[in-house]
């Protein structure tokens, strides 16, 4: 796929008319188009100049992006200077510029006139004072002659946009009051004073300037929605390291990330990004991989564990042999996802731009009709002219142009309010429309962060003993789920008690001596051998590992304690928002990295349609993709792994607590974190959808009404004047009508309707082996996992096993299932094992 850069695009039917152009070129398979990015992906064999001439002879401009890069480093920097925001400070001076000659224009157009304010002598002539109003409409007219070129370019290349129709408008309405300009000159030459006044109503010179002026208005929004849209790849680029520490003729030199290659060695200190994918040659520590998988769990690294670029070594020292660098990268494979995602994206096309190109040229035949029909039926050419003028300025496209953002423009009001962010015109457009949400786990139906579920002492054992052990055992431990003991036992204000003689027993638990007595803390298999665990705590522990927490065990010399599960908590309003949706006619899925019988858990908790665990970053992309085939998607994300999901979804939805680069990436963003505002904002999106249905309506309806009148085939003569007049208000009723979305409440489900919901494709379930005979299974029993982050690293290393399709792990259970699509020998399969300190005692 080739790609390349677009210029001078400023709708959809822009973009529309581009990929149609280049849809012709020979040898093209496909082409798509962004307006948000000004970008456009092409695949087949025709050459970059044939597309680049298809693009230029459609009225526009192309270039290949990225023709002259010479390595990944200068590659970000041209993408990020690529995305900079260039037209927001354009657009705004030349809406100021527009804003202080349109306020001088209606002083002399309207104050003078109407209401008698106060001119200089020399402009109390009618004539001096129609130029003076010439000559400041010609300026407006300069500045915003962007308007003329592209809409006149797009009217001699047979594509009329948006800008053709302001064009039209303000062209007629300049027009007409020069031609009236000039009347009234002949008229001052022959003394004739009641034409001169009679014409001197006649000037519109300020409607000529008013139309693109307004219109400025919703560029510049649009402009600024744009800019903020493309943050999300300069939010990835800013993750990638920009320097690295390598080793060279025996000594550390800190290098240009340019200039690390495959194979070099380089060393990561604890708090330091890692610069770039590689292997650990020598030390061990905790690696945080939320940039990567957006769970929020540390990772215990060691020799021959792989690491990834843009994720924070915690802990200790590492030496590492770099494996891939510059544009292989992990990171660099999820900005590039992000870019392709949003170069392939199809344009969310307006309503009143699929129209304008019936529309404009529909006018321009009635006008000119009507012009002809009057000079065949005797009249003559002045009061033919009239009429035509007429017709063109009582179909102005003010209404048609205000319909949509009006509305827009209300609605994302109105959800900026509730804390509900849309970020452009066309995603408060497309939200309504979804019709299967995709959900993360992790930190947006869940809260992110372990925390104590339940307490659970052995019998006999006092609950405050249990958490007096626990506290002061756990609070020597840098363990995840270890701080979530800590931290419940600040809250319950637990005395603090002295572990002597802690130590760390990897792979099995914690060891400590409290009050002169070995308190112990660990999984259920290494609690398991040191002290007597009953039935009836078993089946307790069973229990909630089937609700996906975690048991933690504690004893005290020789004697159970009991336990306290540990888990990624549900949301409160998590089961609430889901029921929401579905009662919408949505479909909710829910996608996660996480083991399978965690997820079930989750999801059962959540009430969702669907679960899909083991998903990684890449592969959430692929499974929105699947999930599109049925329907639109929206994928309601939090962290950096969501990036490429979140822009491949038809909307993506941003939990705003969440990591800055799913906030930039999505289409939506939920500022106040809260899961139940997803179906608020596609309440609200609805809302603003029939809102503009009713505001076209109108605008039509306005047009077959006033459009005959204006011809004057209702015999009655109406003059330019009174086609202005009723422009406004229709103009006024549309934006009237709009305004009644102040008083749509987002949060009241009681009026939601339902659509029929779609069915999900069977290909999801397919590929996560739901549905599939199992073929070749070998069960290995393991010693010394004690919770999930250590079923998370057999997993991995056994999937990571050619010939291994998948693995279920249990560390209830000491075992893990091994899908195999070949025979995969035993010993590989307990190497892999045993090379991360875990023990194999058979393999079945």
């Not at 060691?302 to 544009?327: H, K, L, P, Y």
């Not at 999984?523 to 051998?529: D, L, V």
């Not at 792994?641 to 607590?657: H, K, V």
Request: glycine share 10%; with cysteine.
């Amino acid at each position: 796929m080739k790609q390349y850069n677009v210029t001078g695009m400023s709708c959809a039917s822009c973009s529309a008319h581009v990929e149609k152009a280049v849809k012709k070129v020979p040898g093209v398979t496909s082409c798509s188009v962004s307006l948000l990015t000004n970008s456009m992906a092409v695949e087949g064999t025709a050459k970059p100049s044939e597309i680049i001439k298809a693009v230029e002879n459609a009225g526009y401009g192309a270039s290949v992006k990225g023709a002259a890069r010479e390595s990944a480093g200068t590659k970000l920097a041209e993408e990020e200077e690529a995305l900079k925001d260039k037209e927001t400070p354009v657009l705004k001076k030349r809406l100021f510029s527009s804003v202080v000659f349109l306020l001088i224009l209606m002083y002399f157009s309207m104050g003078h006139m109407m209401l008698g304010w106060p001119v200089p002598p020399i402009f109390e002539n009618a004539a001096s004072q129609a130029v003076l109003e010439m000559l400041i409409a010609i300026v407006v007219l300069v500045i915003n002659r962007k308007f003329f070129t592209s809409g006149f370019r797009g009217l001699f290349h047979g594509a009329p946009n948006m800008d053709t129709l302001v064009a039209l408008g303000s062209t007629a309405s300049f027009g007409y009051s020069l031609a009236e300009l000039f009347l009234m000159i002949d008229a001052m030459g022959r003394g004739d004073a009641a034409a001169v006044a009679r014409y001197s109503m006649n000037l519109y010179f300020e409607s000529a300037a008013m139309i693109p002026t307004l219109i400025t208005v919703g560029k510049l929004l649009e402009a600024m929605s744009k800019g903020r849209t493309t943050d999300a790849l300069k939010s990835l680029m800013k993750l990638a390291p920009k320097t690295a520490v390598i080793e060279r003729d025996g000594a550390e030199t800190e290098v240009p990330i340019e200039e690390v290659h495959r194979d070099d060695i380089f060393v990561v200190r604890p708090g330091e990004n890692i610069p770039v994918d590689g292997v650990i040659l020598d030390g061990s520590t905790a690696v945080n991989e939320s940039a990567l998988t957006g769970e929020s769990i540390p990772v215990d690294k060691a020799a021959g564990d792989r690491v990834s670029a843009a994720t924070i070594n915690q802990s200790g020292f590492i030496r590492c042999r770099a494996t891939r660098v510059g544009e292989d990268t992990t990171l660099s494979q999820i900005i590039q996802m992000v870019s392709d995602a949003a170069a392939t994206k199809a344009p969310l096309a307006r309503i009143a731009d699929r129209v304008s190109a019936i529309f404009v040229p529909a006018v321009m035949g009635i006008a000119l009709l009507t012009f002809a029909g009057w000079l065949l039926a005797g009249r003559d050419v002045g009061f033919a002219i009239a009429r035509a003028i007429t017709v063109l300025v009582i179909s102005c496209p003010c209404a048609l142009g205000l319909a949509t953002p009006v509305a827009i423009m209300v609605g994302s009001g109105m959800g900026a309010k509730n804390g509900i962010l849309y970020k452009t015109a066309q995603s408060l457009e497309e939200t309504g429309r979804v019709q299967i949400v995709a959900l993360d786990k992790t930190g947006t139906i869940t809260a992110g962060v372990p925390k104590v579920t339940d307490i659970v002492p052995a019998e006999g054992i006092d609950e405050e003993l249990l958490l007096k052990r626990a506290y002061a055992l756990e609070q020597k431990s840098e363990h995840p789920l270890a701080k979530a003991v800590v931290e419940y036992g600040k809250e319950m204000q637990v005395p603090a008690e002295e572990a002597e003689g802690f130590q760390a027993l990897p792979g099995n638990g914690l060891r400590g001596v409290i009050g002169g007595k070995t308190v112990l803390g660990g999984s259920r298999a290494f609690i398991g051998e040191k002290a007597a665990i009953s039935a009836e705590m078993n089946r307790q522990a069973d229990e909630l590992s089937g609700q996906g927490k975690t048991p933690l065990f504690f004893a005290e010399d020789g004697r159970l304690l009991g336990m306290i599960a540990v888990a990624d908590v549900i949301k409160e309003d998590s089961p609430q928002a889901v029921e929401e949706l579905r009662k919408m006619g949505i479909r909710v899925v829910m996608l996660t990295g996480d083991n399978a019988r965690t997820a079930k858990a989750i999801g059962k908790q959540a009430g969702v349609d669907r679960v899909i665990a083991g998903v990684l970053p890449d592969g959430k992309e692929s499974v929105i993709r699947a999930l599109q085939k049925s329907g639109k998607v929206a994928m309601v994300g939090d962290g950096i792994n969501d990036a490429p999901a979140l822009t491949r979804a038809d909307i993506g939805i941003a939990i705003g607590a969440g990591a800055d680069v799913a906030v930039d990436a999505a289409d939506v963003v939920l500022m106040k974190s809260r899961l139940t505002d997803v179906s608020a904002a596609i309440r609200m999106s609805r809302a603003t959808i029939r809102n503009i249905h009713e505001n076209l309506f109108w605008a039509f309806f306005y047009n077959i009404i006033c459009i005959p009148l204006a011809m004057g085939l209702y015999g009655f003569a109406m003059k330019p004047m009174y086609g202005a007049a009723a422009m406004s208000i229709s103009s006024f009723t549309v934006c009237m009508n709009a305004l009644r979305l102040n008083l749509f409440r987002l949060h009241d489900a009681s009026g939601d309707r339902s659509q029929k919901p779609v069915e999900l494709p069977e290909e999801i379930l397919e590929e996560k082996g739901e549905n599939k005979e199992e073929a070749m299974k070998k069960t290995l029993k393991i010693e010394g996992m004690m919770c999930g982050h250590c079923e998370a690293t057999v997993k991995k290393a056994l999937e990571g096993l050619d010939g291994v399709a998948g693995a279920e792990v249990s560390h209830e259970k000491g075992q893990a299932v091994v899908e195999l699509t070949k025979d995969v020998d035993d010993a590989v399969l307990k190497k892999a094992v045993e090379d991360h300190d875990y023990k194999v005692v058979d393999i079945a």
